[in-house]
Structures are given as structure tokens and as C-alpha cells.
């Protein structure tokens, strides 16, 4: 009876706790049910207050990726296409496009910079006529005002087939004002501009954003582009989605980021098909076929989805091509003298059978005379006749026009005022990301005592930063310097140091490669740069264009060195002291700062032994190859060589007015008291207003490569650096052949060496060169042999 009463009263406390838990839960199921309500009456609440900012976006969205892929409205015609896919979303064009085509205001700031270099260098004050064809909503035109005023221009003709997206542009253009502002509402075929005539040849200016890929006769759009160019001077600028091959593409321009793979090749083919986008990669090889390429760069729109959703375009500038090879032809063919040369008119028309005709004489320059025999042949030749062919000794001024076109004929169609082509594509310049060296760790005070250069002097030398080729070329303006580096990034720097040097100030010059910081040279790029650079080095600045953002001297290779050094220095607290050092009057207290508190510091041995003999640190940092390494070995160790390469810097002269070289290490930057010659502004102006710059020619590929493509006898002076110390035997002997044929009797070769013997001195005597020490240094005497002394020993060779 008891369990039967415990049982019940069980059962009873278990259906009470059983309803309560029920009412609980229904308590709780309507409480979620309200609060569920709730957020969604909240989120119907915010899409009605926030439906002015997603309207955009959404009617983006279903014109974009719903509506086309359904047959609406008149698609019979490219025109009913057009308007079909536009009408809808004309008034929300711009606002949504700003992500997806990527390079616009890219493109538009460099056909502003080339027109403006243009009307500058030919003293034209003609206003130019633009036509931005399929310039849709008329964005473009308005962007241009930031680059170069609409004002300025005589006429803008905006070509779309869309009357929707005209109808935009008309009313923008009508609210700014601008009354030389034309919008046609007609096919890209169409040669009907107001105001014009015949609008064949007349055209300075024309632009295609995001356009000609939609273009169904694209080919003869192409033509007719072509056609409406002005033949010398127009400028053709495409902004646009493309796909490439699976051939790596043969060129020098745009190959930096150009090939695609085969999910980019063929996805975005066929997503794009669907709108009537035709992005095949034969488009972009036809354009490039017609015109004379500028500049290319090649980019991916991370749209969206960064990383993941990357759509290639690219920025394209182009100019009508010119028949540079008759010119030249006509003007080299024997029979012609230098006058005659000069008064044949480059648009005269010579005719294939006749160019046939023509017995071309011998392109590779005339040896220079080595008979010393004669007082006329031991004369050096002049800047106007080395290297020419002998047809052509002119003294002229015309002379400099004939041997630029006959620098053309030996080594192809410039890419810039001084870059010469060469195959980007070859493994030897592909290895290279950037430039090892962001400055010249070479002494060229000591080259330009040894060498004596003299302005009929032809030079030879490696790039590396390009500091010591500008000091050679303000110092002693030798008639040609050619620049040689394998590695493309040096350079791309080189050029841009040109580049900057003609067309900018020197403030900017200085907070570029004097402070290492520019807060505004994107801008300057594109503005002032563009113009005068190559498009490959165009390219790789505009790739790192924030590279003058915080400090120019801290990138490449060379500035991991100057990193590590700055961060011993804060680790160890010596900021102050090595300031010091850079500022004091006193070399007896800059040797006691450094011998007392910053060599213990910052250079014990173990650092030295197990870090800065590293191999790895060795080339990534400083440049050196494991060939190298073993000269020093063979003749000591690496910490007694760093010790002996430092030591005697402290007591050669101050950081503060001469050791430019390690006060850059310290500080990152330069001082107006403390810098290379280019960067003080008499030598600035002076490389500016006397044009000594023009000398110079850069060669991307290897020494013997460019040693080879010269004639007998046509170098007077080379400075070939330290790059023989990473020779084997056999490399070092084929080079030093083609140095003995190339460099005249009498002429000059420098280098210098890790080795205070170095074994190929004797390669040097054995193709005829008298060897003698410039500065040899001897272990733990505290003599350095100059004001960098990273180097055991200096030596000059002389052509007997």
C-alpha cells in the first residue's frame, strides 16, 4: 500500500513537472516566435530606410548576371542589344562601375601625360581633337578635366550606339557647360563629327574604355581607328578586359603579368560571352599588330571577392607605326652623304624594289685605329664617328641625328630615350623580382682620377643603382655610356632616375632618391614620368608604386642589409650615438663612437661568422656569390675582411660631409652635404641643362652579350666592377676576349675585387693589357683604399 502511494504520489509530481515544463516551453516558442518576427519586421524595416543605398547594387545585379541570359527586349541588332542591357541601369552607370573596370583613370593619365610631352617638346600650341569612342555615359571625358582640361582641347567627340547611356552624357555635359563637347549617337564605323569634314588623319586623341571588346566588327573598327589617327603624333589609348593564350608572349612590352591560366583563359571567355563581350585573345594581338605599342600594363580586377574573383584587363597606349627601317635605310645606303641623308623627308614614300637596290654598307661600327704610327689615326675619333659606319664622318649637328638612327639599325627600335630591347621573357631576366642594389656601393671618385674621362670617351659599364654612370656622365660627359645590367629592375631604376632628372624639379628629385620618400609620386608617374619611360619599366613602377611611400632605401635586396642594421642599432640602443656619428666635426670622435660603443655592438663575431658570412644573407643582402666568398677565404677570413673593411672608413674622412656611402647606411637617406653628385643641385641642373643624360644607352642582358654587338676598338674606357670575382675560368676568359676586341689601344678597364690578387689579372695580360694596382689593401693596417673599401683591391688594365 505505502509503494503504491509513493508510486502514485511519483507520477503526480511527474505530470505537474511535465505541464509546467510544457506552459514553459510554450512560453518560450511564442517568445522566439516574436523576437523572429521581430528581426525580420526590423531588417523590412531597414531595407525600406536604406533602399535609396541598395538600389543601385541591386538593379546592378539583375541587369548584370539575371537579365542577360533571358531574351528581353530587341537583341537583333548590336544597338537593341545595347539598349536593352543599358536602359535600365543608365542612371546608376557610374555609381556601380567604379570596382569593375579597373585602369580608366590609369589610362586617361597617361595619354593626358604623352599628349601634354607631346604639344611640350613641339613648341605646338594647336588645340587637340579627342574622340572617346563607345565614352558611354560621358565619366570618362569628365575624368579627363583632372589630367588635362576639356578646355583645352578644340573639340571632344563622344561616340556610343546606346541612346540611353548618350542621353546620360548629353545631360552631364550640358550641366557642366562645356560647349566643345560633342555626343554622337552612332556606330564606332561612323566618320560623321561635326564640325570636322573628313576627320581622316586629323584625330590627336583617341580613347576606348571598356569598349572594343564589345564591338562586333572589331577588326574594322580597328582599321577605322587606325585611320582617323594623326599619322606621326596621334595617340591611342584602350582601357579592357582580356584573355590570353597559353603562348608566352613574344614582346617587350606588357609581359609583366600578362599570361593567364587556363581556368582565368577560359572562365572568363565564356561568363563574358554571354553579354556579348568577346575577350579572345586574338583581339588584343590584332590591336597590337596595327599599332606601335607605348606602354602596356596588365592587371587583375579582384572584384568582389579579393583574390578569389580576378578578372584581367589592361591599360594599353599605342601610336600609328612608322616605317623607321626605310629611314634608315635610305640614310645609311652607300651613296648618300650625311646632307643628302638629312634632306631625304621621312614621309617620303621609297618603294620596295627600289630599298632592294639599295647596297647598304657595313653596319657594325669601324674599328678605331690602333696605329700609333700615325699622329691622324692615334687621334681619338669623335663622338660623332665612333661607332658609325664609315660612310658616315659627320661633325655636324646633323651627325647626332645620324648616328641615333644608325643605333636603331644595331640594336632594334629604342623602348625609351635610352632603353634598348631585349627579350623579357628569357630566364636570366625573369629570375630577377626587383633590383638588388637600391644604391652604388662603388667609390667613383677613385674611377674618375684613374680614368681622366674626356668627352669623346665611349664607356662602358655595369648599371647596378646607376649612381656612378650619372657621376660619369656629370663629370666627365663622355659622347656614349652604355649602361649594361642582366637584371631588368636595375635598370627600371636607372631609367626612372632619367626619366626624373629631365622632367622634374629638383625638390622632387631630392625626396625621391634623396630622402627616399615622395608622399605624391603616384601622381608623378603618371603625370610627369610616364612619357619618358619604357613600357616595361613603366610596368614595374607602376606595380610598386608605393615604394617611395615610407623608404626608397629599405627595398630591393640590398635594403634587408639596411634594416637589420637599424634594427641592431634600436635593440641595442644606439640611435643616439650612431647620429653622432653622422654628425659630428671631429673624425677623432667618429672613430672613438664607433671603435668604443658601435663595433661591439652591432658587429660581435659570432654575428659576423654565423649571420653576415651567411651564403643566403651573403647574395640576398649584399650582393656577394658563394665565388666570391672564396676569394676572401682563400686569403683570410670574413670577420678579419669586414673588420679591415670598416675600421678604416672611421678614419678616411667624416659621415657628415663625405662618406655618403655608410651615412646612407645609418641614416636610410641622404644629406645636401652628404650624397652623390646628381643629388646636389648644381649637379642636378648641370645633368639637366647640358643634356648629358642623352649619352647614355642601357643594355638588359649579359656583359658579353652587349660586348659582342659592339665593333673593334669602340670602347675608350669600361668599368666592369666586381662581377668578374663570380667567374669560373672558362666565362671569365671568353669575357675578357671580347673586352680585348672591343676596347682600343690605349683604352682603360677597371675593376675591382674581393681579392687583393685576384686570379684573372693574368686572363687581362694574356690578351694583351698592362695591369697595375689603382689600391690594394693590406690586412690590419687601417688603410682603406677608398671611401666605400668593401673591396680587397682596385686595378686598372690599358690596352697595349
Not at 556579348?276 to 597590337?288: I, P, Q
Not at 584581367?312 to 635605310?329: A, F, M, V
Not at 644629406?671 to 639637366?688: D, N, V, W
Not at 682600343?744 to 693589357?769: C, D, I, Q
Request: proline residues 4%; charged residues 20%; neutral net charge.
Amino acid at each position: 500500500m505505502v509503494a503504491l502511494m509513493v508510486a502514485s504520489t511519483s507520477v503526480a509530481l511527474y505530470l505537474l513537472n511535465t505541464t509546467e515544463n510544457f506552459k514553459k516551453a510554450q512560453e518560450m516558442a511564442v517568445t522566439s516566435q516574436l523576437a523572429f518576427l521581430a528581426a525580420v519586421a526590423s531588417f523590412v524595416l531597414l531595407l525600406i530606410a536604406s533602399f535609396d543605398q541598395i538600389k543601385a547594387p541591386l538593379k546592378f545585379i539583375y541587369s548584370c548576371f539575371l537579365k542577360p541570359l533571358g531574351k528581353t527586349g530587341d537583341t537583333s541588332s548590336q544597338q537593341g542589344r545595347l539598349e536593352s542591357f543599358y536602359k535600365e541601369q543608365a542612371e546608376i552607370y557610374d555609381e556601380t562601375r567604379g570596382g569593375l573596370l579597373r585602369g580608366r583613370s590609369s589610362m586617361l593619365a597617361l595619354v593626358a601625360a604623352q599628349l601634354k610631352e607631346q604639344l611640350r617638346t613641339s613648341g605646338s600650341d594647336k588645340a587637340p581633337v579627342w574622340i572617346d569612342l563607345g565614352g558611354g555615359t560621358g565619366w570618362n571625358i569628365e575624368q579627363m578635366n583632372n589630367y588635362f582640361p576639356i578646355s583645352k582641347f578644340e573639340r571632344v567627340y563622344l561616340v556610343d550606339l546606346c541612346p540611353s547611356l548618350c542621353r546620360v552624357a548629353r545631360e552631364r555635359f550640358q550641366k557642366i557647360g562645356w560647349t566643345n563637347v560633342v555626343v554622337i549617337c552612332e556606330d564606332a564605323l561612323g566618320s560623321n563629327f561635326p564640325g570636322m569634314g573628313n576627320p581622316k588623319g586629323k584625330i590627336n586623341l583617341l580613347t576606348m574604355s571598356y569598349s572594343l571588346s564589345m564591338m562586333d566588327n572589331y577588326f574594322a573598327v580597328v582599321d577605322h581607328v587606325h585611320s582617323l589617327l594623326e599619322p606621326k603624333t596621334g595617340i591611342l589609348g584602350v582601357a579592357d578586359f582580356y584573355t590570353s593564350t597559353n603562348v608566352t608572349k613574344a614582346s617587350n612590352h606588357g609581359i609583366e603579368d600578362f599570361q593567364c591560366n587556363w581556368w582565368t583563359r577560359n572562365f572568363w571567355q565564356i561568363w563574358f560571352d554571354f553579354d556579348h563581350v568577346r575577350l579572345h585573345a586574338s583581339r588584343r594581338e590584332y590591336l597590337e599588330y596595327r599599332f606601335d605599342v607605348k606602354k602596356t600594363i596588365n592587371g587583375r580586377n579582384q572584384f568582389v571577392i579579393p583574390y578569389f574573383v580576378q578578372i584581367p584587363y589592361y591599360i594599353w597606349i599605342g601610336q600609328r607605326k612608322h616605317s623607321e627601317t626605310r629611314d634608315s635605310l635610305s640614310i645609311l645606303a652607300k651613296g648618300f652623304s650625311p646632307d643628302q641623308a638629312m634632306s631625304l623627308s621621312s614621309d617620303e614614300e621609297i618603294d620596295e624594289p627600289r630599298l632592294h637596290q639599295l647596297q647598304v654598307t657595313d653596319l657594325r661600327p669601324r674599328s678605331m685605329s690602333t696605329d700609333s704610327g700615325s699622329s691622324q689615326d692615334s687621334v681619338p675619333d669623335s663622338p660623332s664617328s665612333v661607332g658609325s659606319s664609315g660612310t658616315l664622318v659627320a661633325t655636324s649637328v646633323s651627325s647626332r641625328a645620324l648616328l641615333e638612327k644608325q643605333t636603331q639599325i644595331r640594336f632594334g627600335p629604342k623602348l625609351s630615350q635610352w632603353r634598348l630591347p631585349y627579350n623579357p621573357t628569357l630566364a636570366c631576366h625573369t629570375q630577377f623580382r626587383s633590383y638588388i642594389y637600391a644604391f652604388t656601393w662603388e667609390d667613383p671618385r677613385i674611377d674618375l682620377e684613374v680614368l681622366n674621362l674626356q668627352k669623346d670617351d665611349v664607356m662602358f659599364v655595369i648599371t647596378s643603382a646607376g649612381d656612378n654612370a650619372l657621376e660619369y656622365a656629370l663629370q666627365g660627359q663622355p659622347s656614349r655610356i652604355h649602361c649594361v645590367d642582366m637584371n631588368p629592375c636595375q635598370n627600371h631604376l636607372l631609367e626612372l632616375k632619367l626619366a626624373a632628372i629631365q622632367n622634374m624639379s629638383y625638390s622632387d628629385v631630392w625626396q625621391m632618391f634623396g630622402e627616399g620618400r615622395h608622399p605624391d609620386f603616384r601622381r608623378i608617374l603618371m603625370d610627369q614620368l610616364s612619357p619618358l619611360l619604357s613600357s616595361p619599366a613603366m610596368q614595374f613602377w607602376y606595380k610598386n608604386r608605393g615604394t617611395f611611400d615610407d623608404c626608397f632605401y629599405e627595398t630591393g635586396y640590398s635594403g634587408l642589409a639596411l634594416r637589420l642594421f637599424k634594427w641592431l642599432v634600436r635593440i641595442k640602443g644606439l640611435s643616439k650615438t650612431v647620429e653622432e656619428i653622422t654628425t659630428t666635426d671631429d673624425i677623432r670622435v667618429q672613430e672613438q663612437l664607433w671603435e668604443n660603443v658601435v663595433k661591439p655592438s652591432t658587429l660581435p663575431v659570432w654575428l659576423v661568422e654565423w649571420v653576415l658570412s651567411h651564403p643566403a644573407f651573403l647574395w640576398n643582402a649584399l650582393g656577394v656569390p658563394i665565388n666570391q666568398m672564396k676569394l676572401i677565404l682563400d686569403e683570410g677570413n670574413a670577420v678579419q675582411y669586414i673588420y679591415d673593411t670598416l675600421d678604416s672608413i672611421m678614419t678616411r674622412s667624416l659621415f657628415k660631409d663625405d662618406q655618403y656611402f655608410y651615412n646612407l647606411v645609418v641614416n636610410r637617406k641622404y644629406t645636401h652635404e652628404s650624397c652623390p653628385s646628381y643629388l646636389t643641385e648644381a649637379g642636378f641642373q648641370k645633368l639637366k641643362e647640358q643634356k648629358a643624360t642623352d649619352s647614355m644607352l642601357l643594355h638588359t642582358k649579359s656583359i658579353i652579350q652587349v660586348l659582342q654587338s659592339l665593333g673593334d676598338g669602340e670602347l675608350t674606357k669600361a668599368v666592369l666592377m666586381d662581377h668578374m670575382d663570380w667567374f669560373s675560368h672558362e666565362d671569365a676568359e671568353d669575357e675578357i676576349k671580347e673586352v680585348a676586341r672591343a676596347v682600343r689601344t690605349g683604352g682603360m678597364v677597371l675593376w675591382r675585387s674581393a681579392g687583393r690578387k685576384p686570379w684573372y689579372n693574368a686572363l687581362f695580360e694574356k690578351h694583351g693589357f698592362e695591369v697595375q694596382p689603382v689600391g690594394v689593401r693590406v690586412p690590419g693596417s687601417g688603410v682603406s683604399i677608398d671611401r666605400v673599401n668593401m673591396y680587397a683591391s682596385c686595378y686598372i688594365a690599358i690596352k697595349k
